[in-house]
Nanobody
Framework: QVQLVESGGGLVQAGGSLRLSCAAS????????MGWFRQAPGKEREFVAA????????YYADSVKVRFTISRDNAKNTVYLQMNNLKPEDTGVYYC??????????????????????WGQGTQVTVSS
């Protein structure tokens, strides 16, 4: 059982930055594709970004492209989400997730919540206007 623990959320003004971290409990983390999702009140959980095990391939939702950067440090079993130029519509609970399937898939695959095997408990991000 893989445990994922997010941190780094908080309250920030529009235009500000936050860096989220997600620490994994397993050393096999380095073989997983990792994703970040978010969920605003009353809305479905939506894809934000994903990164394959090597860190070479990354994927982003159009709404965060250019502003957000996903990265990973396999030596530390940690994946990061650097969020710049935050907007009020970025508000929500941010979750990291792990996909243990090492097969290379399409972009759409990585946007689907049901393709991920493990989830963290989430961290709240609130962007004030």
């Amino acid at each position: 059982q893989v445990q994922l623990v997010e941190s780094g959320g908080g309250l920030v003004q529009a235009g500000g930055s936050l860096r989220l971290s997600c620490a994994a409990s397993e050393r096999t983390f380095s073989t997983y594709t990792m994703g970040w999702f978010r969920q605003a009140p009353g809305k479905e959980r939506e894809f934000v970004a994903a990164i394959r095990w090597s860190g070479v391939s990354t994927y982003y939702a159009d709404s965060v492209k250019v502003r957000f950067t996903i990265s990973r440090d396999n030596a530390k079993n940690t994946v990061y989400l650097q969020m710049n130029n935050l907007k009020p519509e970025d508000t929500g609970v941010y979750y990291c997730a792990a996909d243990t399937d090492r097969t290379i898939h399409s972009f759409m695959y990585y946007t689907r919540t049901n393709e991920y095997d493990y989830w963290g408990q989430g961290t709240q991000v609130t962007v004030s206007s």
